[in-house]
């Protein structure tokens, strides 16, 4: 039962422009959002979260959407760098501490 | 502050031996998560500590795996009789228990069984 799905694998984007990653969620419980980033043989990198009482949060280039009626979360990058190429996960807690993560999306930011 | 730390970086063991891999947190951090990692998947959780305490457990660590954190402040994790299925990445996270609890990731333990 994959409570957290990020349905798209891969991303392929232009440098400069806006990449838009997705994320839905079945567990009506979650109540907070983040989105971490991964390089290949590291750790996942904490990017940017959102609590359910909210529907954006911004950070620099980094603004997540949240949309609790269609549970529905999405990461904006404004404008995409070359440095932004990495795999994002999008993960979610409830009222317990571990977070659920989705599979994934590969983001590659072409110069 | 220097991050979540894990060693080794890298294990590879043949199947039935046993191995052991080490967290160290951010040291103000109370919280403490082991997450694995297969390919192509999001990490899943396994176990969660505050403190010393082991206070949840996920169903997929099996009889075979156990974690302790005996000073509340490194944890170890332990797997016997390894399994090639048991080949994963292997995270750590930490927390500190304030506002929403962000968790932050350790480099992570590649496993390999052969």
């Known amino acids: 039962d994959q409570q957290v799905k990020q349905n798209s694998p891969s991303l392929s984007v232009q440098e400069g422009r806006i990449s838009i990653l997705n994320c839905d969620y079945t567990n009506s419980m979650f109540d907070y959002f983040l989105w971490y980033k991964k390089y290949p043989a590291e750790g996942p990198t904490f990017l940017i979260s959102i609590s359910s009482i909210k529907d954006k949060n911004e950070d620099g280039r980094f603004t997540v959407f949240l949309n609790k009626s269609a549970k529905h979360l999405s990461l904006h990058i404004v404008p995409s760098q070359p440095g932004d190429s990495a795999v994002y996960f999008c993960?979610?807690?409830?009222?317990?501490?571990?977070?659920?993560f989705g599979g994934g999306t590969r983001v590659l930011v072409k110069p | 502050d220097t991050g979540v730390s894990q060693d080794p970086r890298h294990k590879i063991t043949k199947r039935g031996q046993n191995v052991t891999f080490r967290c160290d947190p951010i040291s103000e951090h109370n919280r403490l998560y082991w997450y694995r990692q297969t390919l192509g998947q999001g990490p899943e959780f396994l176990t969660y500590?505050?403190?010393?305490?082991?206070?949840?457990k996920s169903r997929l660590l099996s009889d075979r795996f156990s974690a302790e954190r005996p000073k509340g402040s490194f944890s170890t994790l332990e797997i016997q009789r390894t399994e090639q299925g048991d080949s994963a990445m292997y995270l750590c996270?930490?927390?500190?228990?304030?506002?929403?609890?962000?968790?932050?990731f350790g480099p992570g333990t590649r496993l390999t069984v052969l």
């Open positions: 993960a979610a807690k409830a009222a317990g501490n571990k977070l659920t």
């Open positions: 500590f505050q403190n010393e305490a082991q206070l949840e």
């Open positions: 996270a930490s927390s500190l228990r304030q506002g929403q609890d962000t968790q932050y």
